[in-house]
């Protein structure tokens, strides 16, 4: 396998990391913010707690591995033509941020009752 398929495919299973931790979060979402559960003020509270922990570690994963697989691969996104590598890094960057305000509403149902 040569080197820049390598790295397509370390990116992807990064990826993948990505997704699981994004799924596992917004079934905690459920469990603890929607459902009934979220009434018992212990199991509420430290669900939220895990699931701002969760959701950081995984921004962090995303814009980490983004940002790794743009300077191995000296990416530029003003030069060149426009392709699928760069389309799918901007969607993981824009999946990241849809993170952040996910994240961002976690914190603001910390602080509600």
């Known amino acids: 396998m040569d080197n820049s398929s390598s790295k397509i495919q370390k990116f992807s299973e990064s990826v993948k990391n990505v997704c699981l931790c994004s799924t596992i979060s917004i079934f905690l979402i459920l469990v603890f913010i929607i459902s009934p559960l979220s009434k018992i003020l212990i199991a509420s509270l430290i669900g939220k707690i895990g699931i701002i922990i969760l959701l950081i570690v995984t921004i962090y994963m995303s814009l980490n591995n983004s940002y790794n697989f743009i300077k ?42």
Request: hydrophobic fraction near 50%; proline fraction near 0%.
């Open 72 to 113: 191995n691969n000296n990416i530029s996104f003003l030069e060149g033509s426009w392709d699928q590598l760069k389309s799918n890094i901007i969607c993981n960057n824009v999946f990241s941020l849809f993170l952040f305000i996910l994240l961002i509403f976690v914190i603001k149902k910390l602080f509600r009752k």
